[in-house]
Structure formats: structure tokens, C-alpha cells
T-cell receptor, first 116, second 114 residues
């Protein structure tokens, strides 16, 4: 059973370009979360999605960032007009439907964005 | 303000000893607290979850305690091995909504020397 798959693992962009990060959750999981880890900082929640729905985007910057989890295909985190401060590791996590009282998240290996 | 704090200094111990890591939080009311392990360049891996009504949880050489009065969790690794060297993260969810919106500490790096 494959784990959470993220790609690309490493992405280099110049300031002003767009970055697209993809995440395929574990098989059978319908909840997807994106977290960001800045250098020397802890993981910070960005957004929680279910299929075709954004449930909680309270951690997303108001501008340039968007996320989707379509009916078919992976979840996408999109960063428009990247700036150097966007350089970070972006982690996707998933959990099964009806996680209930478990709360455990399964993380991917992350996508490391470097903005030149 | 709300905070979740782990000792930012690295913890260096000798192989075979018990490692104890601390997680303190303020102004949160978590229904449970989780511990994850993260290796360099990798994603976090879930280790243990302890609920607010549990005092202690064990899994093989790992033990977690949770004191809601002190607002503190302790994470112990007994008979530590060099392979236990990693960064350990504590995480909680405010309240009991089970949304997966975890708040993470910055992590404590453990180095076990042979």
C-alpha cells in the first residue's frame, strides 16, 4: 500500500514564477492536509481539504496561494508569483474518512521549494 | 498567547540510556497529544497518541505521559540506540474537533552516541 506521494521532491523557481506541488493521498484516504516547514521553524498548518471541498484554509496566506483536491487526480498546492520567503518544505498529509478519535496523520516526504 | 514548546537544544545521550523529551503548551485544551519522528529531508512519521484522560501510553521502547494540569507531555525512549537519532515533534489539536489541524512544536533533535 503506497504511502502519501508528493511531487516534485525538489523544485526551483525564480521570483515571479508559479509553483505547483502535487499530492496523492494514501489509498482509501479522503482527507488531505498541507503543512509548510520554514527553515528553523516548526510545521505550520495551511489547509485541509476533502474531495472537491476546502474545509479549513485558515493557515493559507491570503494572496498567491491556492489549493484544490479535485474529484479525480491529486491535490494541488499552487503558489503564484513566488517570492524568496516562499522557500520552504511543503508537506502533504492524509487521513482516512471518519478518522474519529484517532487523529493520526500520514505524511509524504515533502516538496522542497527554492526560490532564486 | 497560545504556545507549544519543545526544548530547542539538541539532546545528546549515550547508547543504552533513556532519552526524555519535553513538550509544554499554554492556552490550549487538547483532547489528545501526538508525537512524531522526523529524519533529515523526510516527512514526519507518527509514533504515539495519548488522550487527555490517559496518563501514560507505551509502545515497545517508547513511553508517553500527559499531564493536563501541568500542560506537559514527556516522551521517553528507553535503551536508546543510534538509530533513534532524529528530531521528535509533539503536536496537538486545540479542542476535540478532529480536523487534522495540528499545531506542532519546533521539535527536539536527539543524538544517540554509540
Amino acid at each position: 500500500n503506497a504511502g502519501v506521494m508528493q511531487n516534485p521532491r525538489h523544485l526551483v523557481r525564480r521570483r515571479g514564477q508559479e509553483a505547483r506541488l502535487r499530492c496523492s493521498p494514501m489509498k482509501g484516504h479522503s482527507h488531505v492536509y498541507w503543512y509548510r516547514q520554514l527553515p528553523e521553524e516548526g510545521l505550520k498548518f495551511m489547509v485541509y481539504l476533502q474531495k472537491e471541498n476546502i474545509i479549513d484554509e485558515s493557515g493559507m496566506p491570503k494572496e498567491r496561494f491556492s489549493a484544490e483536491f479535485p474529484k479525480e487526480g491529486p491535490s494541488i498546492l499552487r503558489i503564484q508569483q513566488v517570492v524568496r520567503g516562499d522557500s520552504a518544505a511543503y508537506f502533504c498529509a492524509s487521513s482516512p474518512p471518519g478518522t474519529g478519535s484517532t487523529g493520526e496523520l500520514f505524511f509524504g516526504e515533502g516538496s522542497r521549494l527554492t526560490v532564486l | 498567547s497560545q504556545k507549544i514548546e519543545q526544548n530547542s537544544e539538541a539532546l545528546n545521550i549515550q547508547e543504552g540510556k533513556t532519552a526524555t523529551l519535553t513538550c509544554n503548551y499554554t492556552n490550549y485544551s487538547p483532547a489528545y497529544l501526538q508525537w512524531y519522528r522526523q529524519d533529515p529531508g523526510r516527512g514526519p512519521v507518527f509514533l504515539l497518541l495519548i488522550r487527555e484522560n490517559e496518563k501514560e501510553k507505551r509502545k515497545e521502547r517508547l513511553k508517553v505521559t500527559f499531564d493536563t494540569t501541568l500542560k506537559q507531555s514527556l516522551f521517553h525512549i528507553t535503551a536508546s540506540q543510534p538509530a533513534d537519532s532524529a528530531t521528535y515533534l509533539c503536536a496537538l489539536e486545540h479542542g476535540s474537533s478532529n480536523t487534522g489541524k495540528l499545531i506542532f512544536g519546533q521539535g527536539t533533535t536527539l543524538q544517540v552516541k554509540p
